[in-house]
């Protein structure tokens, strides 16, 4: 059974960065992008990023400059870093799995809520 | 302001039919396969169709999706209490170079 698990800090102080792994189970890495996906309070999905099991990323051109994405197979793990976050920035943030862009996004953890405040 | 337009808000009554449309562009629907998920308050979003029409192992065939141009349609009939949620649209877009979603639509079963 795929399980993907979310964990980090649930406050982070303006102008810091955010961290976040994902640890996943039941699955290989291979052939799969990983993805982050936020959800800010009252409003909608924001895709963050992903990174294929290649190594290759890709990240919302909005974010671009902030986010880095990292794949640990060793781990079973995959990690979001966020610099220079505001409170704008507080969100749930969910990991995700996918096997291409028409087969969507099949396996998501069960997210985690990220606070930004002084 | 999100990239795929969907209403706010729909209803119906237990047993009804209810679409929800999904409206985008040339560089997203109209070319890229569109995905939808539902998603409950305090749970995972959870894939409910996948590449326009297609049903992943387990959901009901009372969901269905249909694509035309750059718009897209969710349809939920024999509507169910437990069908009351929030449902999103996705689509890859070329000319962002990424994924992204509608604003999405809380369905309410009066």
């Known amino acids: 059974q795929v399980h993907l698990q979310e964990s980090g800090p649930g406050l982070v102080k303006p102008s810091e960065t955010l961290s976040l792994t994902c640890t996943v189970s039941?699955?290989?890495?291979?052939?799969?992008?990983w993805s982050w996906i936020r959800q800010p309070p009252e409003k909608g999905l924001e895709w963050i990023g992903y990174i294929h099991y290649s190594g290759n990323t890709n990240y919302n051109p909005s974010l671009k400059s902030r986010v880095t994405i990292s794949l640990d197979t060793s781990k079973n793990q995959f990690s979001l870093k966020m610099t220079s976050v505001t409170v704008a920035d507080t969100a749930v943030y969910y990991c995700?799995?996918?096997?291409?862009?028409?087969?969507?996004?099949?396996?998501w953890g069960q997210g985690t809520l990220v606070t930004v405040s002084s | 302001q999100s990239v795929l337009t969907q209403p706010p808000s729909a209803s119906g009554t237990p047993g009804q039919r209810v679409t929800i449309s999904c409206s985008g562009s040339?560089?997203?629907?109209?070319?890229?396969?569109v995905n939808w998920y539902q998603h409950l308050p305090g749970t995972a979003p959870k894939l409910l169709i996948y590449?326009?029409?297609q049903r992943p192992s387990g959901v009901p065939d009372r969901f269905s999706g249909s694509k035309s141009g750059t718009s897209a349609s969710l349809a939920i009939s024999g509507l169910q209490s437990e069908d009351e949620a929030v449902y999103y649209c996705e689509a890859w877009d070329g000319s962002l170079n990424g994924q992204v979603f509608g604003g999405g639509t809380k369905l309410t079963v009066l």
């Open positions: 590449d326009n029409h």
């Open positions: 995700a799995r996918e096997y291409s862009s028409s087969s969507g996004l099949d396996y």
């Open positions: 039941g699955t290989s890495f291979t052939n799969y992008y």
């Open positions: 040339s560089s997203n629907i109209g070319r890229n396969a």
